[in-house]
């Protein structure tokens, strides 16, 4: 197996759309929720978002918008501006070798809503010519490889929550073993439908909202959190063998260096500590490090009842002692949850925090919970902090749990 | 009153990269960006636009005359059919009633 070196960001989220935003809105504190404000919000027990701010006719002309939900168009900007951030040359490129690993647990479910509406609401049989392309779970990933022309493997990975985390870990697999050279890798969610929101609404997962402050709703492993808020995004990264990137002179924000995967095998929502605590060691062990190795955590932390006191379990079931000592942030308080690119955007974020030598701050963590005592960075971020390894997080509805094991750029 | 080429043209202009100066009947569609799963899409606002429904057998359409010719064709079909079914029904050639 060989070094994985990721060369390349691109980002479109409720915290902004470049990673210097990105990082210094999570590291600030500055919450991405906010009440939704959609025509539909009356008929929502809790009309709450993060929202992306994105203008899609910047980026794409009226003829290419109509063969792309928004899922898509957040893939492609994120895509591009990974590459661009890249450097990458494209002659220097064998493109055979090139693969795309994009993780969605919902895909175009905007388009899907809207063919429902027109055949169920409207009564009428004029569904769009477009709805089966806008809306399959491998549009996104399909669109990248197009775009770029990558002809290598092109694979959607859709496991709810641990989406991205899995594509991303995929990928890492498949350039260390040298299998391709490069790979776009990552997830995008555009979960904000009317049929989304009240099915997500109906499952009894999301936020209340806090009337005092309708942005600080989500609230990860404080004891008065009520369950996660829905985020929208992409979040892409460009994987490549170490060696290359540093003989031509890339600009490395980090390394992949493990991935651990398992499955709880016990309920369809319910997340479990063994589940969890698995995954975490199969990462540790991909990686060949020990619990003491890791200085930092971004957890799952969704802000649900559930998650939260079984990851705090499941962390001090792999850490022991060791787990107290951990810096561990949530970042759903201020992204929201962004489902299948969820793991890809935090994955982002402890890159940076690795990079400037931050712990992130869990936002809204006022009331400490028994059930979760352990060191959350609670409300404001740590600088200074010695980070060089971190996991990054993900476990999902269906059962599979990811985690990927980073390192800071040597 | 619009002939089907204007009405055409301008549902061309508006959704694709054109220019009215620069559409004529000879038109390829393939230079407006319009490959076959463009044609779906062209075709299924072109029954919106004309009121018209197609049929489900693919047409080979090249220029942007031959869907005027093909939307003519159609829309004349249609006519004739509404002509015969008035006549059979009688209605518009009954005398009518005196009270």
């Known amino acids: ?410 | 009153m619009s002939t089907t080429f204007d009405r055409l043209r301008a549902m061309l202009i508006k959704d694709y990269p054109s220019t009215p100066e620069s559409l004529t009947s000879a038109t390829l569609l393939e230079t407006l960006g319009i490959d076959s799963l463009g044609l779906a899409e062209l075709l299924f606002n072109v029954e919106d636009e004309f009121g018209i429904t197609l049929p489900t057998e693919p047409v080979p359409l090249a220029t942007v005359g031959d869907v005027v010719g093909y939307i003519d064709a159609l829309v004349a079909a249609k006519d004739q059919a509404l002509t015969h079914d008035a006549v059979a029904l009688n209605i518009g050639t009954a005398p009518s009633r005196v009270s």
């Open chain 1, 1 to 410: 197996m060989r070094r994985v070196a990721v060369t390349g960001i691109g980002v479109v989220s409720p915290l902004g759309n470049n990673s210097t935003e990105v990082f210094g809105n999570a590291c600030a504190g500055r919450s991405g929720i906010h009440r939704l404000d959609a025509p539909y919000s009356h008929r929502l027990i809790a009309p709450l978002a993060a929202t992306s701010s994105f203008d899609a006719t910047q980026h794409f002309d009226a003829a290419k918008l109509r063969m792309l939900d928004r899922v898509s168009q957040f893939a492609l900007v994120a895509a591009s501006d990974a590459l661009a951030d890249s450097r990458i040359v494209f002659s220097d490129v064998d493109l055979g070798r090139a693969g795309v690993f994009v993780g969605t647990g919902m895909a175009g479910t905007q388009s899907n809503d809207d063919g429902y509406k027109t055949l169920y609401g409207d009564q009428s049989d004029r569904i769009k010519p477009f709805t089966v392309l806008l809306g399959m779970h491998n549009a996104p990933a399909g669109w990248m490889g197009i775009e770029h022309g990558f002809r290598g493997p092109n694979l959607t990975y859709s496991t709810a929550c641990s989406s991205s985390a899995v594509a991303i870990g995929e990928a890492w697999l498949r350039v260390a073993s040298n299998s391709i050279d490069m790979a776009l890798a990552g997830g995008c969610e555009a979960p904000l439908s009317f049929g989304s929101l009240k099915a997500w609404e109906a499952l009894h997962t999301l936020a209340s909202v806090d009337e005092k402050d309708p942005t600080a709703s989500c609230k990860p492993f404080s004891k008065n959190r009520s369950g996660m808020v829905l985020g929208e995004g992409a979040a892409m990264l460009v994987l490549e063998g170490w060696d290359a990137a540093v003989a031509r002179g890339a600009t490395i924000h980090g390394e992949i260096i493990g991935y651990g995967l398992s499955t709880d095998a016990g309920h369809i929502t319910r997340p479990s500590i063994d589940g969890q605590a698995a995954a975490m060691r199969a990462a540790l062990q991909s990686a060949a490090l020990t619990p003491p190795d890791i200085d930092a955590i971004n957890a799952h932390g969704t802000g649900t009842q559930a998650n939260d006191s079984i990851e705090t379990a499941a962390i001090k079931t792999v850490f022991g002692e060791h787990a107290r000592r951990l810096p561990i942030s949530a970042t759903k308080a201020i992204h929201g949850h962004l489902l299948g690119a969820a793991g890809a955007l935090e994955c982002v974020l402890s890159l940076l925090a690795m990079q400037h030598q931050v712990a992130l701050p869990t936002l809204h963590l006022k009331s400490p919970d028994p059930e979760c005592d352990l060191d959350y960075v609670a409300n404001v971020a740590r600088d200074n902090v010695a980070v060089r390894t971190m996991l990054s997080s993900s476990f999902a509805f269906g059962g599979t749990n990811a985690v990927l094991v980073l390192r800071a750029a040597s």
